[in-house]
């Protein structure tokens, strides 16, 4: 499934690749949030150079209702996302605020 190799959860026959198939899923989702950084980085080009323009705190509530609904949907705990998501976003508003000087 990721990094080159296709075996599904039920595939795995130990624990050791059970955690192999984990640490590379693992992998995939931190290059995934680089990536989203980079795009964090360039909406700094889009907004007008104030707090509540970073905070957008509309665009920050929609963000978290979509993830919970997203997660209910992949049956995972709308809760535990909601505040991953959550600690995330405040994580790259701070790092927009640096980047404009705010």
Do not use: H
């Not at 990721?2 to 992998?27: G, H, M, Q, Y």
């Not at 709308?78 to 508003?93: K, M, N």
């Amino acid at each position: 499934m990721f990094e080159n190799n296709d075996r599904l959860p039920s595939e795995c026959t130990n624990i050791a690749e059970v955690r192999n198939e984990i640490d590379n899923i693992d992998k995939v989702i931190i290059r995934l949030l680089s990536v989203r950084f980079e795009y964090v980085k360039e909406v700094v080009k889009y907004k007008e150079k104030t707090a509540s323009s970073i905070e957008a705190s509309g665009r920050r509530n929609a963000a978290l209702s979509d993830r919970r609904k997203w997660a209910e949907e992949a049956g995972l705990s709308p809760d535990v996302i909601e505040e991953i998501y959550d600690r995330l976003i405040r994580y790259f508003i701070e790092e927009e605020k640096k980047i404009m000087n705010i």
